[in-house]
């Protein structure tokens, strides 16, 4: 049967997980996983599913396999799914669909109001491709080239809907036999050696050029070669939201995130650069402070070399002086042996590499008062604090949104990359505490902990249930201020409000017990009472080797900006300068 080839196809293909939730569309495969080598991950929720599969090929470097039911059952996993889309990571999912002679007759859980099982359709806008299987000869053709396209160009997720009769129906295994004749991993694009002479000569002629990193670099597993680019050259390197820890933040040529939540240092270390090397990034709004030529980057004056894997990236946001297609990896292997050819001798920048350690120190000298504040509920500065110092280098973040986001890509160190998570693209809240379980399933010798705010959390707890299922030992770190805590800040500073953003109860902050709920699903949960308990039991909770919450009470404090969001002008024209204010 399809059912059975398809698990043997899987397991040939080296899938560990098949993430997802059953149905009546899809029981069929999931019966053929008993004794299989693919184990299936069992969840509450589909977009839980689809964020643990996301977790998991971040931190894997590797393509996640979503199974979905039908209707509701894929509508519950299209935020997932769409958050992985905006961030580039391959996914196949596969979706069970109503039975192929039912097609019209609006049979149990139909999507059809528009036009006859069109189920599929409602993935177009944001995977690369949809198959709705018709046939059963076609299936073993559609999966192959589902996976080869996640994979391939720009990463991201298809959509492969078959409907529940296919599963079961017999095909030639013959057709299943020679996809193995196929390759599994294409070889990628690279650049040619005059266009990486015409680049480096550029870079190396700039007064102060500046690399921009994005998470292409990430994507492309090309950390090492940028730094080596970085170093041989001597160019300082600034990067977007989803680009940190392409070079780890204590490299001394590191300058930090750009954008609204950037600092001003680094967003005037771009805008006055005279050549921008743009490395796998699309200049995102947030990134590029709504790309406002007085605050993060001035293109022209500044010259742009935009290096990227998708064509249609280079130049929609910014015109490019150099633009090459590409994958990074590759391009930066040519770069780097052009670099060595043109400039034998590493070139050396002490001045350079002493201003931004003496701004980075200055970073930390001012932000120390809050560090260490002693009150409670806590200063969100001293939460992060905390949990970088106790962690692991080595040690996998996952973030959600919010404070735990744009603090994080703004003050907390990464040394290692591709060790955090985060949703950039689509921004989802709800992606990190799931996102955190599939990435310990992707490597379970390290320490990951997910830092997410209440909102984000109370989003998707079931996921502990899969967790303690499992025994899935991650730390979810609940940053709770008893709101949406940004929006909060956003509303209260321009209209002066907090309708519909603050949690109340009678007219007080009122938050579940997060540590209760976890005690519930038969994890640990601690509620902190007081700033000095917290590293005490978040030591605990990297001890224990156990699904961990902890919640623990923070001040809705703004993360500073120094750049610009248009969206401040939207609610306040001509009043640049209002930002958050705290709410009380």
């Not at 929720?45 to 689809?50: K, M, N, V």
């Not at 034998?344 to 003496?358: F, G, S, V, W, Y």
């Not at 017990?513 to 976890?518: G, L």
């Amino acid at each position: 049967m399809i059912s059975k080839q398809l698990v043997k196809y899987l397991e040939d293909r080296g899938v560990e997980y098949l993430f997802g939730l059953c149905g009546h569309t899809n029981i069929a495969v999931l019966t053929e996983l008993e004794g299989s080598t693919v184990k299936f991950v069992n969840t509450r929720h589909e977009q839980i599913a689809a964020h643990m599969a996301d977790g998991y090929a971040r931190a894997k470097h590797t393509t996640a396999v979503l199974l979905s039911h039908l209707g509701p059952g894929l509508t519950n996993a299209a935020t997932g799914v769409a958050n992985a889309a905006l961030d580039s990571i391959p996914m196949v999912v596969i979706a069970g669909d109503i039975p192929s002679h039912y097609y019209g007759k609006h049979p149990h859980q139909e999507v059809n109001l528009h036009s006859d099982a069109s189920q599929s359709e409602i993935y177009r806008p944001f995977v690369k491709r949809v198959w709705r299987v018709e046939r059963p000869d076609l299936f073993p053709e559609i999966l192959e080239k589902a996976f080869q396209l996640a994979e391939s160009g720009r990463p991201g997720p298809v959509l492969v809907s078959v409907p529940m009769d296919i599963f079961s129906m017999e095909v030639d295994t013959a057709l299943f036999e020679r996809l193995a004749l196929h390759t599994k991993a294409l070889n990628k694009p690279s650049m040619d050696d005059p266009t990486a002479e015409k680049i480096v000569r550029a870079l190396l002629e700039a007064k102060n050029p500046v690399i921009y990193a994005g998470g292409g670099i990430l994507g492309a597993d090309a950390a090492a070669e940028l730094a080596e680019f970085a170093t041989h050259l001597q160019i300082p390197v600034a990067h977007s939201l989803m680009g940190k820890g392409a070079l780890p933040d204590d490299h001394p040529l590191t300058l930090g995130m750009t954008g609204f939540w950037g600092t001003k240092f680094v967003n005037e270390k771009c805008r006055t650069a005279d050549w921008v090397i743009g490395l796998g990034t699309r200049f995102a709004e947030a990134d590029c402070s709504s790309w406002d030529n007085e605050f993060t980057f001035s293109f022209p004056p500044t010259k742009l070399i935009h290096i990227d894997i998708d064509p249609s990236e280079i130049g929609r946001n910014y015109p490019a002086e150099i633009g090459v297609v590409t994958d990074l990896k590759q391009a930066l292997i040519v770069l780097n042996r052009v670099a060595k050819k043109l400039a034998p001798t590493a070139r050396r920048n002490e001045k350079l590499q002493n201003e931004i350690a003496d701004y980075r120190a200055e970073f930390i000298a001012g932000n120390r008062p809050l560090t260490v504040a002693p009150g409670f509920p806590m200063q969100p500065e001293r939460i992060l604090a905390v949990v970088r110092e106790a962690l692991p280098r080595d040690a996998i973040i996952t973030t959600d949104v919010g404070w735990n986001k744009n603090g994080v890509g703004q003050q907390f160190p990464i040394y290692t990359p591709g060790s955090i998570l985060t949703p950039g693209g689509y921004a989802t809240m709800g992606f990190g505490a799931p996102a955190a379980l599939g990435a310990k399933l992707a490597c379970p010798e390290k320490v990951v902990l997910a830092l997410v705010g209440d909102g984000g959390f109370g989003q998707n707890p079931a996921m502990l249930a899969t967790a303690v299922e499992m025994g899935i030992p991650v730390i979810w770190v609940v940053m709770n201020n008893f709101a949406y805590g940004t929006i909060a800040g956003l509303q209260m500073a321009h209209y002066g409000t907090t309708v519909g953003v603050l949690f109340r109860k009678d007219g007080k902050p009122y938050s579940p017990d997060f540590a209760a709920v976890a005690r519930a699903y038969g994890a640990e949960g601690v509620k902190i009472e007081s700033a000095d308990q917290f590293k005490g039991v978040l030591a605990e909770a990297i001890a224990s080797n156990k699904p961990f919450v902890i919640d623990v009470a923070m001040l809705n404090n703004p993360v500073p900006t120094a750049g610009h969001w248009n969206i401040n002008d939207i609610y306040s024209p001509g009043k640049r300068d209002v930002s958050h204010v705290s709410i009380p």
